[in-house]
């Protein structure tokens, strides 16, 4: 059995040889918890930040939308929006602020400035709700741009459930457009046939119009 000062000699031995590695290892262990830390207090400030942004382009839209909308307005809206996607990126608020950008686009007649914010919402990776309401609204754009049946192409792309009677009915106004009658009443009686009892009489009264077409 080893002596007292046997055991503290191999002691100090022990720390002589492995002592900097320890104290590297505790090191390591409490830059990596300070570093988590900070990586998420940093998250929750750039989140908090960048609700504030959205709250104020939300604002900024509203202005911007009315009729009697300057052109002041419409820039800072603008603003707004891009400073989401340059700042805060990341975040669920920059895709928000771009389909909002996208709207103002729309209603100054800038399809193509429109389609590119659409796009971008789309090469984040979004998830499927998301990516499917982008891409419904960039068929409208392209439908506006008379790009029809590419239009209906990238809907033909969209297999979300929840969406089927929408994206089914917007299929229709656009085979409509086109003055596919046969191929409009195929979607709209796919879209009602989805869509719960009762509800969507606007898609009830499209399909109408089409058998009194049909007759």
Not at 158 to 183: C, H, M, P, T, W
Not at 191 to 200: F, K, L, N
């Amino acid at each position: 059995m080893r002596t007292e000062e046997e055991q503290v000699e191999a002691l100090k031995s022990w720390w002589k040889e492995n002592g900097k590695t320890l104290l590297l290892g505790i090191a390591l262990a409490l830059a990596v918890v300070f570093g988590w830390k900070g990586w998420q207090n940093n998250q929750r400030v750039a989140a908090e930040n960048a609700a504030v942004v959205y709250q104020n382009l939300v604002q900024a839209v509203a202005l911007a939308s009315a009729p009697q909308a300057t052109d002041d307005q419409r820039t800072t809206a603008t603003h707004l929006a891009k400073t989401l996607k340059d700042e805060y990126g990341d975040t669920a608020y920059a895709r928000f602020g771009a389909l909002f950008s996208a709207r103002l686009y729309v209603d100054s007649g800038d399809y193509s400035a429109a389609v590119n914010e659409l796009d971008w919402i789309l090469a984040q990776s979004p998830d499927e709700v998301m990516a499917t309401i982008t891409t419904m609204r960039k068929a409208r754009v392209m439908s506006a741009m008379d790009d029809v049946d590419a239009a209906i192409r990238l809907l033909d792309g969209l297999k979300a459930q929840s969406f089927s009677v929408s994206v089914a009915e917007l299929k229709g106004d656009l085979y409509l457009r086109l003055g596919q009658v046969d191929n409009a009443r195929e979607a709209y009686q796919a879209a009602v046939a989805d869509a719960p009892q009762g509800e969507r009489p606007l898609l009830s009264l499209k399909l109408d119009s089409l058998a009194v077409k049909g007759s």
